[in-house]
């Protein structure tokens, strides 16, 4: 059982890599993809402001979403707080968001999760808290994954995809060096 | 609320940079995951990694002394090494399906609508994220009862299969008094079979007619007590008891008075 368990992830992991590049926007159940304009969509702040996707085009920007109660989004919340500071060096606006309801699951509110796992970070200038559209998170994760970012460049396209900046920072760093 | 604020752990290694479905972003098997690996974790890993050495050295004596005494086949007594794999199993779960691909996958396979696909991969990894301690608590659990199963019946038993058992010859024709000789492998009888307790190899019926043999008649007391009752214990092996594959005459000393 263990040996399949193990063989199930391999399998799935191994199957993921599908180049995309230049792409449409994706529709229906199909994540973005690398090259595909950015979908569009809404997200609301901790303060209260709804922003779209749309207002991001002209900067470069990390829309990261998560589930508060993920511990691997908790713990990237904590590395990324160790980093933000590199991001907006290299003009990079994070933007963190929820995804819709937390997944339909209690977690805590987005304002409370970004303070305590952020700490004083929580307050940079370069980083804004969220919460996802229901339309939003369909958009970037219609599968639901955990805990998955998308890279955008200035003239709003996706330039790069992960996840878990925890194990990730290396290559988000690389990446967000070089976006235009 | 349900959530608990506590110590980050978990979660999935990625490398992927282009993806139309994520699957591939998240959940890598990865050296990267080493990030996560906390000091909760390290404290599992450990007490797993020493509960499951225990395990195994016991499951590997046991086969050994299972060796030593069949005459063919290996059946043994892997309950213990069984409940051992099922907690490594356990302890496989949060990890698996909280942090990797697999939930949101299987989930997607479905053909749920969007709204349900997102609702139901939620539910299944929020419990795993959740109910992470109590599921690696329960496999530590679990493994130490294997051990201190295997462990008892170790310590217990003078066999432990049906292959057959091994009496020290000193010790069982101490422990049988004289007596009359009885037919060899006369387990359904209600007279005690000598043979069982006095041989270097114990011969005789089943689980029930061990039993009987162990504790009926004049030789009752001497049964509760040192070999005898080792014997007794020793009968309690699968069809062909500890009498190995096939009943046969019993060996040498038979019979005591010889």
């Known amino acids: ?66 589930t508060t109660w993920c511990p691997g989004c908790q713990a990237g919340t904590r590395a990324m707080a160790g980093q933000v500071a590199r991001l907006r060096a290299a003009g990079v606006q994070v933007v963190e968001v929820e995804d819709y309801a937390d997944l339909g699951q209690s977690g805590p509110a987005m304002t409370a999760f ?24 369909r958009a970037y994760n219609p599968q639901g994954y955990l805990d998955v970012y998308f890279l955008l460049d200035s003239s709003g396209h996706i330039a790069y995809i992960n996840a878990a900046p925890t194990s990730t920072m290396s290559q988000l760093l690389a990446h967000a060096g070089g976006l235009t | 609320m349900r959530w608990r604020p506590g110590e980050a752990r978990g979660g999935p290694a990625a490398d992927l940079s282009q993806a139309r479905d994520l699957s591939g972003c998240t959940g890598r098997v990865s050296l990267a995951n ?83 696909q997102l609702q139901t991969t939620g539910t299944i990894t929020y419990f795993f994220a959740t109910k992470q301690d109590w599921l690696l608590g329960g496999a530590l659990a679990l493994l130490a009862a294997s051990g201190l199963w295997s462990t008892r019946k170790l310590a217990r038993a003078a066999c432990l299969a049906g292959d057959g058992c091994e009496v020290p010859a000193a010790r069982g024709a101490a422990a049988a008094p004289a007596g009359p000789p009885e037919p060899p492998g006369d387990g359904e009888s209600d007279q005690p079979a000598h043979g069982a307790a006095t041989g270097q190899r114990a011969q005789g019926g089943g689980r029930r007619a061990g039993t009987r043999a162990g504790v009926a008649g004049p030789r009752r007391r001497a049964s509760r007590s040192g070999p005898a009752r080792t014997h007794r214990r020793c009968a309690g092996g699968g069809p062909a008891g500890c009498g190995g594959p096939a009943p046969g005459p019993p060996r040498w000393p038979w019979p005591p008075w010889r």
């Not at chain 1, 997200?43 to 779209?52: A, M, N, S």
Request: net charge positive; aromatic share 8%.
């Open chain 2, 34 to 116: 080493w990030q996560y690996f906390g000091p909760r974790y390290a404290a599992f890993t450990a007490a797993f990694a020493l509960g499951l050495a225990w395990v195994v050295t016991l499951q590997v004596h046991a086969m050994r002394r299972i060796a030593r005494t069949a005459r063919a086949g290996a059946a043994g007594p892997r309950r213990g090494g069984l409940a051992g794999a099922l907690a490594a199993v356990v302890s496989l779960l949060p990890s698996l399906l909280c942090c990797s691909p697999v939930v949101p996958t299987l989930v997607g396979l479905i053909g749920l609508p969007a709204a349900t």
């Open chain 1, 1 to 66: 059982m263990a040996v399949a368990a193990v063989a199930v992830v391999l399998a799935v992991t191994a199957g993921g890599r599908n180049p995309a590049a230049g792409r449409a926007p994706a529709a229906g159940g199909a994540a973005p993809a690398v090259g595909s304009v950015a979908p569009g969509g809404s997200f609301t702040t901790v303060t209260g402001r709804t922003e779209t996707i749309a207002s991001l085009r002209g900067h470069k920007a990390l829309l990261w979403f998560v």
């Open chain 1, 114 to 137: 970004g303070r305590q796992f952020a700490g004083q970070a929580h307050h940079d200038p370069g980083w804004t808290f969220g919460t996802a559209s229901l339309a939003l998170t």
